[in-house]
């Protein structure tokens, strides 16, 4: 896995590098993206985006995922969540109430998957980490 792209900048980049054209929308699109300090929802982005229909929405947020640019995650109830990717390997603790996401690594959790790695048969292509939490912040404004 590569270093994940960090900017607006990097993440057109990763779109040329695909061979894929920067249309305006793919634009827009990446422009909104990168003022997100919290995880989103395909359907907030595109109600975001006047001009931008719902469809290159959809499109571009999963080309950003398959180059590593942004990270789709679910919620509990199976929404997907949406959350720029700024580490190489990384898992993720995301907000009930808000909507924030953090980038963790753990080592404990890095060695259960060399464990599993020697216990299965085949080999791990992949794997998801998602700590679903109540943040910092929604436990302070809930308590004033």
Known sequence: MTTAPASQFDAIAALE???????GQRRQVVAAIDRKDAG???????SELDGVGRATVYRTLKLLVEADVICKLALPDGTPMYSPSRVEHHHHSV?????AVEEFRDSTVERVLRSLNREIE???????MEVF???RAC????DE
Do not use: N, Q, Y
């Open 122 to 128: 085949g080999e791990i292509i992949g794997h998801r």
């Open 95 to 99: 907000c009930t109430s808000c909507g």
């Open 17 to 23: 590098d695909a061979g894929l054209r920067i249309t």
């Open 133 to 135: 939490i109540r943040c």
């Open 40 to 46: 989103f929802t395909a359907e907030a982005l595109a």
């Open 139 to 142: 436990l302070i404004s809930t």
